[in-house]
């Protein structure tokens, strides 16, 4: 089991980006594994109960002891395992993580308008309703 697993939104070309430049820094996967919470077969209980919805809103992260991390955090802790955790040291620091997960909430609430996506609404009524080839388009 990786020391930790990203959720992310595979539909997301900025998410995918992202991914794709930590599994270059990981390509064992030892330290990192993944998740599409886009895919159709996403299943909540298997991830620390983290809803689609949830998911979908914000990063999240789960260690593999079982602690969920969300936001900033996530990404702090991925980039320590990569060996580039002076990138985020930053969102450690008193006076300057508030400010840094401020700017993570404003990114988050406009990710999907910024990529083109469906608003979160839309999103999870597409996949509450039954899709023909198993994956709801977004």
Excluded: K, N
């Excluded at 689609?52 to 702090?76: E, N, T, W």
């Excluded at 700017?103 to 988050?108: E, N, Q, S, V």
């Amino acid at each position: 089991m990786p020391e930790l697993t990203i959720l992310y939104d595979g539909a997301c070309p900025l998410c995918l980006r992202e991914v794709r430049f930590l599994q270059s820094r990981d390509p064992q996967g030892e330290r990192l594994g993944f998740v599409d919470i886009d895919a159709s077969d996403y299943e909540p209980a298997s991830h620390g109960g983290i809803d689609y919805r949830s998911a979908m809103a914000r990063i999240h992260g789960i260690s593999a002891d079982g602690q969920v991390l969300r936001d900033v955090a996530v990404f702090a802790r991925a980039y320590d395992l990569v060996g580039l955790g002076w990138l985020y040291a930053p969102s450690r620091w008193p006076l300057s993580a508030p400010l840094i997960d401020g700017i993570y909430g404003l990114w988050a609430g406009a990710r999907l308008r910024l990529t083109g996506r469906p608003d979160l609404e839309q999103l999870c009524q597409i996949r509450s309703e039954p899709c023909d080839s198993g994956r709801c388009p977004t």
